[in-house]
């Protein structure tokens, strides 16, 4: 795991090329959502959409940005994104354990690695030069993560995790959210939901799109 302002330039190219690709596919959006004045609810849970928009004009923002809710309630993210954009909702709770998209793994020299379906057009990513090292997609921030105060890892299961969230946590994030119907990989989520016990102003970014954040303040 590495200080946000340690991520390598590799990664936002990778980044660049996983994102123009998933934007290809084709689309639905969660349904039966009802909006209210400012907030939208469903079932009594709070709701944020993590972007918006079509392959034309994809929205990369978080609505509504900053939600205001009282401690025991929940918030729900989900992606209405015409198009399969992915976006996280990702705590950073001790602004030290943000989490890369890609990074560095070491493997054995003798590991052999074969494309699936065999013959695609597919090859891994390796350091250059003769090297053991691999860049892979990161698992904590691709699956619904958490890592307590102690430092445990768990993940969370998808399509629909959920999480109550102490407030002493390091990191907690909601893998890539993906609309539903449009998992074209395993391990994506369609929605987020925490519930919140302790009071406080939780600050939150897309890792995929950083410039996206939002906000929870819990009374």
């Known amino acids: 795991m590495l200080p946000m302002n340690t991520r390598k330039n590799f990664n ?15 689309t639905s ?4 959502v009802n909006a209210t004045a ?19 004009a994809p929205l990369t923002s978080f609505t509504p940005q900053q939600i205001e809710i009282k401690v025991g309630q929940s918030v729900m993210w989900y992606n209405p994104t015409l198009v399969g954009e992915p976006h996280t909702v990702t705590f950073v709770l001790d602004n030290k354990t943000a989490t890369d998209i890609v990074s560095p793994f070491a493997v054995p020299s003798s590991t052999q690695f074969s494309s699936i379906p065999p013959g695609s057009n597919n090859e891994p990513l390796k350091a250059p030069g003769p090297s053991n090292v691999v860049i892979a997609l990161n ?17 969370l299961p998808p399509p629909i995790a959920e999480y109550s969230m102490v407030g002493s946590e390091k990191y907690v ?11 074209f990989l395993p391990g994506f989520s369609n929605a987020f939901t925490v519930t919140f016990q302790k009071a406080g102003t939780y600050n939150y970014l897309c890792e995929l799109h950083p410039w996206m954040r939002g906000s929870v303040v819990v009374k």
Not at 29 to 32: L, M, S, V
Not at 38 to 56: F, M, P, Q
Not at 145 to 152: E, H, K, R
């Open 12 to 26: 936002f190219v990778l980044i660049s090329a996983i994102v123009t690709a998933i934007v290809l596919v084709s």
């Open 29 to 32: 959006a969660i349904t039966n």
């Open 38 to 56: 400012n907030t939208t609810t469903i079932t009594g849970v709070s709701v944020v959409k993590a972007g918006g928009g079509n392959a034309t």
């Open 139 to 155: 698992a904590r921030s691709y699956i619904p993560t958490v890592i307590d105060s102690q430092g445990n890892v768990k993940h």
């Open 173 to 183: 994030n909601s893998g890539w959210l993906i609309p539903k119907g449009q998992q």
